[in-house]
C-alpha cells in the first residue's frame, strides 16, 4: 500500500494550513486515522436527533445538520481532487463555494440519521479509494482552485477539515 507522509507546505494552498495543523503531530499513518476519526464521528451524530440537528449557534449560522451536510460534500470534493490527480487528468479543477452549497444542498431538510449513514458510507467509500492508490498516484500534483496541490495530501486535508468543524460543533453548539 502507498504511504501517504505528511504533507510539505508547497503541496496545499497555505490556507489549508489551518487544518493541517489539527490533525495531531503524532499521526503517521493518515488512512487510519481517518478511519478512527470517522468512527468517532459516527458515533457523535449517532446521539443527535433531529431537533439537535436544527440548531444553529447564532441567527444566519448554519444548523448542524448543515455542517454535516458540508462535511459530507468538502470531503467529497476533495477525494475527487485526489482521484482527478491521481489518474493524471490534466485539466485544473475549481473551487467550491461552500455558502453556496450549503444553500442549495438540502440538509437542513434531511433526517440526522440520512446524514450521519451518508457521511459514513463517503468515509468509507474515500479509504478505499485512498487504499487503492499506488505511490506514484500519491506523488502527483494537479490544480485545484487556483493552487498546486498533492494526492498526498488531500487525506490530511479532509481529516483537517473534519476535525476544524467538530471542533466548532463543540465549542458553539455544544455538540459532543
Not at 503524532?26 to 436544527?54: F, P, S, Y
Not at 458540508?70 to 467550491?96: C, K, N, S, Y
Not at 487504499?131 to 490530511?156: C, F, I, M
Request: charged residues 25%; contains cysteine.
Amino acid at each position: 500500500m502507498a504511504r501517504f507522509d505528511r504533507p510539505e507546505p508547497d503541496e496545499f494552498a497555505p490556507y489549508y494550513r489551518q487544518y493541517l495543523d489539527l490533525v495531531p503531530a503524532g499521526v503517521t499513518n493518515i488512512l487510519n486515522h481517518l478511519k478512527v476519526q470517522g468512527q468517532a464521528t459516527l458515533t457523535l451524530m449517532r446521539g443527535l436527533d433531529d431537533k439537535a440537528g436544527e440548531a444553529r449557534y447564532a441567527p444566519g449560522k448554519w444548523t448542524v445538520k448543515e455542517v454535516v451536510g458540508h462535511l459530507i460534500d468538502t470531503e467529497r470534493v476533495f477525494a475527487f481532487r485526489a482521484l482527478w490527480i491521481a489518474r493524471g487528468a490534466p485539466e485544473p479543477q475549481p473551487g467550491m463555494d461552500e455558502n453556496a452549497w450549503a444553500q442549495h444542498g438540502g440538509a437542513g431538510r434531511r433526517r440526522m440519521a440520512e446524514l450521519w449513514r451518508e457521511q459514513h458510507v463517503c468515509r468509507t467509500d474515500h479509504l478505499y479509494l485512498f487504499k487503492s492508490l499506488d505511490q506514484a498516484a500519491v506523488e502527483r500534483r494537479g490544480t485545484a482552485n487556483g493552487v498546486e496541490v498533492s494526492v498526498r495530501a488531500l487525506p490530511w486535508l479532509i481529516a483537517g477539515h473534519e476535525q476544524h468543524h467538530l471542533d466548532v460543533l463543540k465549542e458553539r453548539y455544544g455538540v459532543g
